[in-house]
Nanobody, 115 residues
Framework: QVQLVESGGGLVQPGGSLRLSCAAS????????MGWYRQAPGKQRELVAT???????NYQDSVKGRFTISRDNAKNTVYLQMNSLKPEDTAVYYCSARHLATMYWGQGTQVTVSS
């Protein structure tokens, strides 16, 4: 069974940083486009950032210049470095893995930005 396990969430003050990790198992990781999505209370899930199997990057406008997505194929892990965090970044963050028509999701990790 495919597993995507996120870690690194928590409570941080505005302006602070967090790094999320997502470890994948039982997939050929290098074949998959990996992504981070988030869902705030009462809102729809939205794309934050993606990194393709070939290393192409895509970011939501609101996080450009603050967040960085990266991947380590040797460790089957994708990361999201989040800097200059704002209260509006508060959400559950989900890792995704997509290959052709197949998509997998992690269970999510809570990020709360508050003073």
């Amino acid at each position: 069974q495919v597993q995507l396990v996120e870690s690194g969430g928590g409570l941080v003050q505005p302006g602070g940083s967090l790094r999320l990790s997502c470890a994948a198992s039982r997939i050929i990781f290098s074949f998959y486009d990996m992504g981070w999505y988030r869902q705030a209370p009462g809102k729809q899930r939205e794309l934050v950032a993606t990194i393709s199997s070939g290393g192409n990057l895509n970011y939501q406008d609101s996080v450009k210049g603050r967040f960085t997505i990266s991947r380590d194929n040797a460790k089957n892990t994708v990361y999201l470095q989040m800097n200059s965090l704002k209260p509006e970044d508060t959400a559950v963050y989900y890792c995704s893995a997509r290959h052709l028509a197949t998509m997998y999701w992690g269970q999510g990790t809570q990020v709360t930005v508050s003073s």
